[in-house]
Structures are given as C-alpha cells and as structure tokens.
C-alpha cells in the first residue's frame, strides 16, 4: 500500500502525463479523433458481452448493499444504452468540428492582421455518477474537442467504468491518440489528489451531491464548471391548456424521476389549482404540500406542490428556491410566456414542454459532460462548445509597437 506522499506523487505524474499529451491531442487533425471515435464505437460493440458482465456484478453488489431505486436506475447499463452510446458516437463523428474555428478576423493595420481561434481546454477531470453511460459520452466529447481526460465515476460503477475504460483507451490509442488522453481514477483519495494539481488540470467538471461540488470549489485552484442540486420547476399558468400541460407534467417528473432536469416543484396558479389536481389525481408519483420540500432534489417519485396566485409569484419561488437548471411554464398566452423566460434566472427556461428537454443529446450537441448553471463560460447542458476556449493569433510583418506610441504609424482597424 503506498504511504500518502508516494501516492500523491503518483497522482501528480499521472495528471503530469495527461498534461504533456494534451498538447499532442490539440495538434490531432480532426480526422484522427473521428477516426478514434469511429474505433471506439466498434471496440464498445464487439466488447459488449464483457461490459454487460461487469455492469451486471455491480447491480448484484447495488442490491445486496440495499442501494436506493434512482442510483441503481442510473447505474444499469444494457444494450439499450450502450447502443445510445454508440449513435451518440456516430452522431459526434458528424458534427463540425470544434477545434480551429475562426471566430474573429480582423486587420489591425495593413499586413497586420489577428484571429481570435478555438481551441481544447486541456485536461478535463470529470467527476461523475453512478452511470456508466456518462463515461462513454464524456469520454468522446473530450475526443472530439481535443481534451485530456482525467474521469473519476461513482465506487457503485466500480467494474463497469473499468471495462469500459479499457475497451475506450485501447481503441483510442490505436487510432492514434496519446496515452495519455484518458485516465481513470479508481479510489476516492485520488480525487482530494487530483484537486492538488492546479498546473496540471485546466477544469474540474464535478456532477454530484451540492455539498460535494462544495467540497470541490472549496478545496482546489482549479476552476470548476458544473452544478450541485437540480431543483427543476413547472409552473401551470391560468391560461394553460390542459391537454399540454399534463403530459408535460408527468414527463417531467417520471421519464427519469433519477436525472437532475426531472422537475421538483410544481407550481399552480390559483385558477386552474383544482383541474390540474383532479387530473393529476391517479398520477404515479407522491405530492407533497409543505414548504420544507421546496429546496429538495427528491430524485424519486415524488413532487412538490404549491398554489400562487400569479405568474410573478412563480417567478419570485423558482428564484429563491431554484437552482437555476431548467424551469417551464405552461400558458397559451405569449406574452406571459416571454415575461417568464426573461424573469426567470435559469440555464434552461421553457414554454409548454418537458423539463426533460434540457440534455446535450437532446440538443444535438452530441450528449454532453455535464451540465453548468453557471454563467461564465458554458451554461446549460456543456456539450462541444463549452469544452474549448479561444487564442489570439497575430500574423505580422516587422511592425513594432513603438511607430504606433509615437504617431509614426496609425491602426487601420477593419474586420474581414
């Protein structure tokens, strides 16, 4: 057993390799990572048997150790999701790639002339949950972007995450990408580890509990991007059609009552307060009508409710009570809807449709690594977009700064 400097030693040296090979992985030409994705897609079909195997060890310890419902929801992963998985990959291949992207071209003066570029982050630590399908997408999204992954998934998916790792690095590695474009931590200390190599990893991307990712920005240098609860609201205007608004309900709370976009809180407006509830009256899931619950991430079947008296009172509750993820509101009249969106303080803000909508997948950003309600960088679900940044580039001939300060020479500023 290695004592605690040896082992931080090698944590350093791991994420010391991820940072020497993330220089190689943003110089890969785009047909090199969709090459890397279109091996890793094969590699995860022909090894299937081998992953459902793992993933089926670790349901049978899930259920011995009485784990609850959403995590053992989470943490199955058949044929059903891994061919997800697999059209997730496919559907990345086809994507514009989002390296080198030209995203500003402009002459400073002639023969002078600058470009503000994409480019990878760099070394990416993903901390995720128990869902060995969120392996697989971080993992080709970093691909596809051109970052280093460093991935630390929940001790639940212990084996799963492990096969699956395999069968992605060896895939990869064989299409040419760097060792060290993928690394899994397997222990718990790794991540109290990781967050000490502030020169090494660019961005933390945590995805779990709120006092977790608390821990996580309270203990590290690194930035961190991501988001803690996901308390998601709907809210039934006065001028709400039924016949939306309680479809729009359920799916949002029971196509994936485990996931952090299900909604939480529903919020009634007094008008329609009694047909809503006798139409929700045999509905599968559990309401709850006391203010204690609305800060909570039931993440179950169960929901809280709640009687306003106006649009703008709704507005004020998922303000104060959200966690700025994704919230609807239900009405037939426009310009509620617009007031809606504008007042609420959320990454995601809907009219008439489920909650469940707010995925990287779903919005053709092929899956995401998580989702930030944030508003620096990336906000909403972080697909290809929020896992590159930008340099300046400036190509010139001779000029120095020096005839610009003293009149000499004068900018001649123009885009083109």
Request: hydrophobic share 35%; glycine share 8%.
């Amino acid at each position: 057993m290695c004592g605690g400097k040896e082992r931080e030693m090698e944590y350093r040296e791991m994420a010391r390799k991820a940072k020497s090979d993330s220089y190689k992985m943003a110089g890969l030409a785009e047909e090199v990572r969709n090459k890397a994705l279109e091996n890793i897609g094969k590699a995860l079909r022909a090894e299937s048997e081998k992953i459902f195997s793992a993933n089926g060890r670790d349901m049978e310890r899930a259920e011995k150790d009485s784990l609850p419902g959403p995590i053992i929801n989470r943490l199955k992963f058949d044929d059903h999701k891994l061919s997800d998985c697999i059209k997730g990959i496919g559907d990345l291949i086809k994507l514009t790639d989002p390296v080198s992207k030209t995203l500003l071209k402009r002459q400073l003066d002639e023969g002078l002339i600058l470009e503000k570029i994409t480019c990878p982050i760099g070394v990416i630590g993903v901390i995720f949950e128990s869902r060995p399908d969120a392996l697989v997408q971080i993992s080709s999204l970093c691909v596809k972007s051109g970052n280093c992954a460093i991935l630390k998934g929940g001790s639940e998916a212990a084996e799963s995450n492990r096969v699956l790792f395999d069968t992605i690095h060896k895939a990869g590695v064989e299409a040419g990408l760097p060792e060290g474009f993928l690394t899994l931590v397997e222990d718990r200390a790794g991540i109290d580890q990781l967050l000490k190599c502030h020169d090494e990893i660019d961005l933390i991307i945590p995805r779990g509990s709120n006092s977790f990712v608390q821990h996580i920005m309270n203990d590290s240098k690194i930035p961190v991007m991501g988001h803690a609860d996901g308390i998601c609201h709907v809210y039934v205007d006065s001028e709400a059609d039924m016949a939306k608004a309680i479809p729009v309900i359920k799916d949002s709370k029971t196509q994936y009552v485990a996931a952090c976009n299900a909604a939480e809180t529903l919020l009634i407006h007094e008008d329609v307060y009694d047909s809503v509830m006798e139409a929700l009256k045999d509905a599968p899931f559990e309401m709850r009508f006391d203010e204690e619950g609305y800060s909570q991430e039931y993440l179950d079947y169960i929901i809280s409710v709640k009687k306003v008296g106006s649009m703008e009172e709704a507005v004020d509750h998922i303000n104060h009570y959200g966690s700025h993820h994704t919230d609807v509101i239900i009405t037939e009249d426009e310009e509620k809807a617009e007031l809606f969106m504008d007042g609420v303080d959320s990454a995601g803000v809907y009219v008439n449709c489920s909650s469940r909508f707010a995925d990287g997948f779903r919005y053709g950003f092929g899956a995401e690594v998580g989702i930030s309600t944030g508003k620096l960088h990336a906000r909403g679900p972080v697909g290809l977009d929020g896992l590159v940044t930008y340099k300046y580039k400036l190509r010139g001939k001779g000029q120095i700064v020096a005839d610009y300060a003293s009149g000499k020479r004068e900018f001649k500023f123009k885009d083109i």
